[in-house]
């Protein structure tokens, strides 16, 4: 049995035949996401994909699942807008799909389709109750409770990024101040490493590059290496990320949160100060924190695993 996973996101729209009989992801096409088509040309770009993988494969498909960079209703079904992309707005994209490939159609926001993959596939098998967060340009999440994606009643569950840690802090791009996302995500860090070169005279390795260039890997790979400033700023963020963390695994006890996104290329210098952070918090003192295992097939595998 196969079925057809969708990975729409900001930059890259991908998509993938699972193999469920086998296990395996049989083939991956993409994509750079047509920005400028709007919905139709995205639409357009979806079938695209879906129809060239499903002509090179014999199989018959038996569902698509989706993974969206956007928020979803609760029901699975309907797009409330994308983040990237106009003319997404209340559109029936489960309704669509079921038309246009016959087969049944789920949706998910990323960060849900994310858990799910983690969940089914991934790094957090055999737990019944996971927070997954994605730790990268923004910060994003989802949450899997007895074994099943927790939604919420209005499909807003899992904004782990949009916790406000600091009501004092800096703007956050959903209109808050002080989210996590504010505080820690690649761009808050980039941000704040430009901050501290400006109001710090110490040497860093990072005043050789230009400052409009600056990202949080290099904060972090001047981190490694000693650099006073990137270390200051990186730890505090890590410290950020640690108390949301902790908090979050208070409110749900999850048997295990599972950190995916760039920054946790990092390695040790992520995980270590992030567990320090949350176990400090946690009321549990089993909490496990582990990276990520599927990379980046975890869109692809996210609209998967809604069938899984
Ligand atoms: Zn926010």
Redesign the pocket.
Known sequence: MLILGLDFGGTKLAAGLYDTSAGVLLARTQCPTPLAGGAIASRAAMLLLARDLLAAHTGTLAAVGVSFGGPVAPDGRVVRLSMHVPGWEQAALADWLEQELAVDARIANDGDAAAMAEHRLGAGQGVQTLLYVTASTGIGGGVIIANTLHRGQRGWAGEV??M?LDPNGPP?????NG?L??LASGLSIARDARIALDSDANASILRTLPRAELSARHVAEAAAQGDTIAHMVWQRAMAWIGIGLGSAANLLNPGRIVVGGGLTRAGDLFFEPVRRGASQRAMDPELSIVPAQLGNDVGILGGVSLWL
Do not use: K, L
């Open positions: 990024g949009h406000v956050c791009p959903c209109g808050r989210c996302e504010a």
